[in-house]
Structure formats: structure tokens, C-alpha cells
């Protein structure tokens, strides 16, 4: 029912006295159980809303553009919990969620590192996470939006499917610093189909997980502003074939993995956020870039768990990996979840950090402050370092040895191939977990002959990516 909200068929964007494509504003129905088609350009004019029961969904080749605005006057388009997206792009025709700005026929008309010219794309879903109450406000939806709640405990429930999209240009700012992420998964269960979306050149995250169980794979995360994957609350899903590329000055954490919230049940909450990765190709800002003391591969901390394998990590300006070590040991901390078999880096590369040549210098632990000057300089146990570093050999991972990318560049020059090349040792012998989900390949990192980012991403038709 398209009455359901207001759909203005002739929306002049550029007020050239011609339409270019319809505007759409949610007045609190939802966007009705209806489909957008591919030969209409869909506006979001600020948060628009699948609401339980309905169905959006969006024909191949579609493009929807946000409309700029702040705060309140952000454009995002949220699926709600019990409602679903049908979102099924192609490699030939993919699903565009762009700026308003944004002629997606032109590679120049938006300068590179433009970010937060409209919101993103939230999905809520009524899986489990280990906050307390089990139903929160998701991050970037006023908490007055009763419609932006997400938890529960059906780890299967199903918010639909999301195939071919590329986000681009998101993040916009909607209050004390607060912006909206490229994708936001709030509680998403493991009936939710998620394979090849990108996320290009957001303001904040590329993807976001607030608990659930939903599984990705073929995952892109190109030039944002904050970390590439971040999870918290609880994320138990599984993903295969995760890429990120930072800019040379912007970026964060590639993941950034956080376990409980403080404020929502502590971080010793259950279930914990032990997700399993294969398959990941992490490539910072450049091994001299400085772009900060952020500038690392993985973060765990807030008691998190995480278990990557068969993956390349590689051109970081600082550290490998950061794990939290807290004085206070009855604390729960990251640390004893690598005690208790939470954390497993199997098979991995790491090649090219600027934060030194060996394995012990670019692990990172949590500091305290031993002498209270009100600055945190001292580790709790030097020793965890070599611990882990002594588990990272026995394990199959490899630091110094080059995995042979063919080519990385941060600019639309056509540079960019992350696919080892021929020769190179991570085209062989991967070490993978077990699991019906997980594709077997013989291969480490996101690919192998072939580079699945090409025709519909942001990178190949901007001109980053080399033919």
C-alpha cells in the first residue's frame, strides 16, 4: 500500500524544472509492502522505515539516494525488527545506496575522501545479545523511535537479504558526534541473507554488528573514517571473504572488537562475541602513513573473542594486535578469553607494520597507570606478550613473509588488485575452520584468481581498481 507514506512521484532534486525520480518520506507506516524499481530513482527524505510486516523490495540496478541532512534531518532507510528487505542486486546490476549528489554515471563529480553526505542503511532483527534489557535503542535512531528498537531471542530470525549493494558517501553526523554507520546490524539473526555488499567511504564504520547471529560473506569496506568491522554485544556469526582498504589519512581500527557493553549488562555478559572469520584481507593506511596510534589490525577488548583464520593482514602504520589485559583480574577481560580458547588466529599473514619488524613489537597490551601521573604506561604482564606471540608461530601464522598483493593503491588510478600473485605462498595451504558455511578454498586472505570487487563496487567503477 503506497498510501502507507508519502511517495512523490515527481520530486525535482536540482529544481531543473525536470523530475528526477521520487521522493520518499516515512510519516510513521513504514514504506508498505511495495517494490522499487530499477527505472526510478528513490530520495529518502530522512529516516524511512520498514515496519514489521511489511516487505521493501528492490529490483536489481535500483538507485536510492539520501537526501543530505543532520541530526534529526538525517536520511537512513531502516528495516525494522519483523519487517524485511528483499534487496537482490547483480554483479551486473547492483544495488546503489548513494548521496543525492552522487551522478553514479560520473567518476569525478564527488572528490575523493568526501564523506557523510547522507545516513546508511540499519537492519534490526530480534536475535539474541547479552544486553541488559535484551531489547535496546540501536546506535544513530533517536531513542524516542519506538521503531528503533532491536533484541530478542530468536538467533534464526530472518530480516531478509541484502545481495550486490554498494553503500557510498554515508555517515552523516546526527548529534554530539554521533554518526551513522555504512551498514548497522542491531540483533540480526542467522536466517538473514548478506553476501557481497560494500561499504565505500563512510564518515564513521563500515559495518557494524550489536549482537546477533548473522552470517557474511564477500564483505568490502573502502576508505572510511572510522574502524572497517566493529562489533559489540555479543556478535556470534560467522564471515568469509572480508576486504577493507583504509585511506592514507583516514581510518581507524580494521576490526575493532568489542564483547559487553558497560552500560548495558557489563562486558562479563552472555553470550560472548566469538565470531569466526576466514578468509580476510586487511590492508591499512600504509606501513608509514601516520595515521595514528589507532592505526592496528584488530582490537579486542570489553572481554571479546575472536577467531580469524586463512587471512592477510598488511601496510599498518602501528600494531598487529591489541588484546586488553586489565589490571583488576576479576575483571573479565579479552585476555581470558584467549585463556579459555575464545581467541584463535590460525594461518594467518602479517606483513609490512610500522610499528617494528617482529612479532613482539607490534603486539599490543593493555597499559595502567602504575604511578597515577593520569597516564596509562605501564603493561599488567609483559610476559602475555610473548605468550602470544609464542601461540601466533605454533599456530600457523606467518609475520615478515610478503604475501605478494598485486597491487595496493588508495587512489583512483587503477592500482588496486588485492589478489596475491602468482608465486605468492598465500595461494596455498589454507588452514580453515570447520563449518557447512565455509567455502573451501586452498587460498589465505579474501581472494584468489579472482577479483570479485570487479563491475559493481564503488572501487571498480570509480577507477581504483586495476583491470
Known sequence: NQNATVYQTDYDFDNDGTPDGTRVQDLGEGTGTVTWTSDTVYYLDGFVFVNSGQTLTIEAGTVVKGLPGEAEDASALIVARGGQIQANGSATDPIIFTAATDDVTSATDIPAGTTGLW????????????????????????????????????????????????????????????????????????????????????????????????????????FVGDDSFDYDQGFRGNGQFWFTIQGATTGNRAGEHDGGDGDLGGEDSMPYAIPVIANATYIGSGATSGNGDNDQVLELRDNAGAKYYASIFTDFAEDALRIEDLFDDAVQDSRKRFEAGDIALVGNYWFGFGGGGDLLSVIDLTEYDSDEDGEADTEVDPDFRTTLAIYLGDNGNVFGTDPMLTGISRTANGGLDPRPMAGSPALTGAQLPSGSFFESVSYSGAFGSTNWLQGWTALSQLGYLSN
Open 119 to 222: 545516513g546508511g542503511i540499519i537492519v534490526l532483527g530480534r536475535a539474541g545479545t547479552n544486553t541488559t534489557p535484551s531489547e535496546v535503542a540501536i546506535e544513530g535512531i533517536p531513542t524516542t523511535e519506538p521503531r528503533g528498537l532491536y533484541g530478542g531471542s530468536n538467533d534464526a530470525d530472518n530480516s531478509g537479504t541484502l545481495r550486490y549493494i554498494s553503500i557510498r558517501y554515508g555517515g552523516s553526523d546526527i548529534g554530539a558526534g554521533n554518526e551513522i554507520n555504512g551498514l548497522t546490524l542491531g540483533a540480526v539473526g542467522s536466517g538473514t541473507t548478506i553476501d557481497y555488499v560494500e561499504v565505500f567511504a563512510n564518515a564513521d564504520d563500515g559495518v557494524e554488528w550489536f549482537g546477533g547471529t548473522v552470517n557474511t560473506k564477500h564483505l568490502a569496506v573502502a
